[in-house]
Structures are given as C-alpha cells and as structure tokens.
C-alpha cells in the first residue's frame, strides 16, 4: 500500500522489480538502466516502481513525461540465419 494506506495509483504498467519496470520499458525516454531523458541521474523509485504514473508532471521530470513507444506496423522482414530450415528427408 501506498502512503495513508491508500493503494498505489498505477496508471502505465504493474508493479515491477528493482531490475526491470514494464512502465520505463514502455516509454521512449528510456536511456539505459533506470536512467531517462526526464531522470538522467536515475528514475525515482515512485515511477520505477509504477506506484505513481508520469503522465503528468513529477517533480524533477526536466519537462518530459511517459511517451508510449510506438508500435511497429510495417512487417518486418526475418534474415535468412532465423529462417526455420525445411526438414530434410
């Protein structure tokens, strides 16, 4: 629970680990671990964490907020060394 026993307000993913956050994961201000365009000195563990959403400001945000990667729509062509090789007889 989240602060005065209220529950955490996750709004751009579930809870996450210390390793991985499916929030920072999603959003194209990611850098590298735990580092964003918004926190270049490290997320803070409130958004990390997804126990509050960045869709709106966050104290020390630098102006950015969370920006869903966008999702491919062009096919995307397999190179020849993935291709499943026929059975041979």
């Known amino acids: 629970m989240g602060?005065?026993?209220q529950p955490p307000n996750v709004l751009d993913g579930p809870r996450?680990?210390?390793?991985?956050s499916d929030t920072?994961?999603?959003c194209a201000h990611l850098r590298n671990a735990k580092t964003c365009?918004?926190?270049?000195?490290g997320i803070?563990?409130?958004l990390w964490n997804a126990f509050r959403g960045h869709r709106e400001p966050f104290p020390g945000d630098n102006g950015f907020q969370f920006q869903a990667l966008p999702i491919p729509t062009a096919p995307v062509e397999i190179p020849e060394f993935l291709r499943k090789k026929p059975a041979q007889p």
Do not use: G, T, V
């Not at 996450?16 to 991985?20: E, K, S």
């Not at 365009?37 to 000195?41: E, L, T, V």
């Open 16 to 20: 996450n680990n210390p390793l991985r």
């Open 37 to 41: 365009a918004a926190f270049p000195q």
């Open 44 to 46: 803070p563990d409130a």
């Open 24 to 26: 920072c994961e999603r």
């Open 3 to 5: 602060k005065n026993n």
